[in-house]
């Protein structure tokens, strides 16, 4: 993301002196609760979705996911592509390629 998008957000929770609601606890329950919403746009058809509504619901996902990496000191970069190396230790392609199996399963 970019760093004046990080930014906004930021100031968006400084003005509204928002950091006092923003516990860890209450931050993952924000992200699951939008990731609901979010996955609410497919309940009824996997093609038939508003887009203008999934673009505000992922949104609304995202906002919450750096209000949780700010609040935990965290950098999104870091843990990414940490978790990606984990990912493609228990994926690797000649075993995952064209599958959907569990890295247990194959």
């Given amino acids: 993301m970019k760093k004046e998008t990080i930014e906004r957000i930021r100031q968006f ?3 509204r002196d928002w950091d006092q609601f923003h516990s860890p606890a ?3 329950k924000s ?3 939008e ?4 996955l609410e746009c497919f309940q009824w058809s996997d093609d038939g979705y508003d887009l203008e509504q999934v673009k505000e619901e992922l949104a609304d996902v995202i906002v919450y996911c750096q209000d949780m990496l700010d609040k935990l000191g965290l950098d999104a970069d870091e843990i990414v592509n940490a978790k990606m190396s984990k990912n493609e230790a228990k994926y690797p392609i000649e075993k995952a390629k064209g599958k959907s199996s569990k890295y247990n399963k194959l």
């Avoid at 990731?35 to 979010?38: D, R, T, V």
């Fill in 26 to 28: 209450n931050l993952a």
């Fill in 13 to 15: 929770t400084i003005d």
């Fill in 31 to 33: 992200i699951s609760i």
């Fill in 35 to 38: 990731a609901n919403e979010l």
